[in-house]
C-alpha cells in the first residue's frame, strides 16, 4: 500500500475456526493505523449485522482500540467517533465481546 492507504481485511469464523465470511476494503487517504483498526471493527461488525449474526467476538491485535472498548475515552478524536459508532452497533447483537490477541495470534490479518 502506498502512504496514507490501508487495505483491510475480515475474517469471520466460527467457534471451531472454520471461515463463515471474509471482506477486505480499501481505504485511501488514512494516515493513522489506529484510525485504520477502528474502521476495521466497525466493518466487521457491520459485516456481522449482514450476516444476521446474534453471539460475536471481535479480536484485533490494537490493545489500543480494544482497551477503550473496556475504558471509555472522553475525546473527540476520529478513532473515539468509530468506537461510538462500534458500540452502536455492537448494542444490536445478543452478545458482542472485544478481546485483545496478539500479532501473531492474528495472522489472518496480516
Known amino acids: 500500500m502506498t502512504e496514507g492507504n ?3 481485511g475480515i475474517v469471520v469464523r466460527d ?10 476494503r480499501r481505504i485511501e487517504t488514512l494516515n493513522d493505523a489506529t484510525l485504520a483498526k477502528a474502521f476495521g471493527i466497525k466493518l466487521a461488525l457491520q459485516l456481522a449485522l449482514d450476516l444476521s449474526f446474534h453471539d ?7 490493545k489500543t482500540i480494544i ?3 473496556i475504558t471509555p475515552s472522553n475525546s473527540s478524536s476520529y478513532v473515539d ?3 461510538s459508532d462500534c458500540r452502536m452497533l455492537s448494542s444490536q447483537f445478543l452478545r ?3 478481546n485483545f ?5 492474528n495472522f489472518p490479518a496480516h
Open 56 to 62: 460475536i467476538i471481535i479480536e484485533s491485535d490494537c
Open 6 to 8: 490501508w487495505g483491510i
Open 101 to 105: 490477541t496478539r500479532r501473531v495470534g
Open 15 to 24: 467457534s471451531e475456526g472454520y471461515v463463515l465470511a471474509a471482506a477486505t
Open 67 to 69: 482497551d477503550q472498548f
Open 81 to 83: 467517533m468509530i468506537i
Open 96 to 98: 458482542c465481546n472485544f
